[in-house]
């Protein structure tokens, strides 16, 4: 089973920043790395897949990078709804597909 | 559009049974894997299981493995997931997810979940 393994656990960013969130696999997953965002009561919300590319309605500030073991989310400059828990999945190897721990982005 | 629609979540006991079940719409349910995907309070997600169209395969995880039984009806568009054995570890929102089938822009495809409350 492949290990996700998500950093910071926290993130503190004001308003307007940017913010760096990481995502390392336990093994090369190629491509196949999604991001989703998840707030407090909801069902998490798929942001990002094949690592780069943006889900249908998500904006241009949120950006994904990487392949093999190293990806990186990027929020080029929050705003007051994107503060949520992200979790980062790998979809190369399953089942079981596996997620990271999250990254709680809060307000500074 | 697709609609995906837990239900069954409660409390139960220790040790106590429950039986979810997902109801979907807005696809050709009988053509794709179904996943179950849980989420204990202020935890993260964790996988929990999978079944295959025709319902001939399915996995587990190891932590439910022997205790939980994932189930489909096509003809119902629902699927199932019968939860015996249960441990206050096994507390969490379930949640209902359909396979992209190898079109990963539909990844998204999540019920809102239910909840299931283990305590005495």
């Known amino acids: 089973e492949i290990v996700m393994t998500q950093s910071p656990a926290t993130l503190s960013v004001s308003p307007g920043e940017r913010a760096t969130l990481s995502c390392r696999a336990s093994q090369s997953v190629s491509s196949d790395l999604a991001w989703y965002q998840q707030k407090p009561g909801q069902a998490p919300r798929l942001l990002i897949y094949?690592?780069?590319t943006r889900a249908t309605g998500i904006p241009a500030r949120f950006s994904g990078s990487g392949s093999g073991t190293e990806f990186t989310l990027t929020i080029s400059s929050l705003q007051s709804e994107d503060f949520a828990v992200y979790y980062c999945q790998q979809y190369n190897n399953w089942p079981p597909w596996t997620f990271g721990q999250g990254t709680k982005v809060e307000i500074k | 559009e697709v609609q995906l629609v837990e239900s069954g979540g409660g409390l139960v006991q220790p040790g106590g049974s429950l039986r979810l079940s997902c109801s979907a719409s807005g696809f050709t349910f009988s053509r794709y894997t179904m996943h179950w995907v849980r989420q204990a309070p202020g935890r993260g997600l964790e996988y929990v299981s999978l079944?295959?169209?025709?319902?001939?395969?399915?996995y587990y995880a190891d932590s439910v493995k022997g205790r939980f039984t994932i189930s489909r009806d096509n003809s119902k568009n629902t699927l199932y997931l019968q939860m015996s054995s249960l441990r206050v570890e096994d507390m969490a929102v379930y949640y209902c997810?359909?396979?992209?089938?190898?079109?990963?822009?539909?990844?998204?495809?999540w019920g809102q979940g239910t909840l299931v409350t283990v305590s005495s």
């Open positions: 997810v359909k396979d992209p089938a190898g079109i990963m822009a539909t990844l998204g495809n």
């Open positions: 079944i295959s169209s025709n319902g001939g395969s399915t």
């Open positions: 094949a690592a780069s």
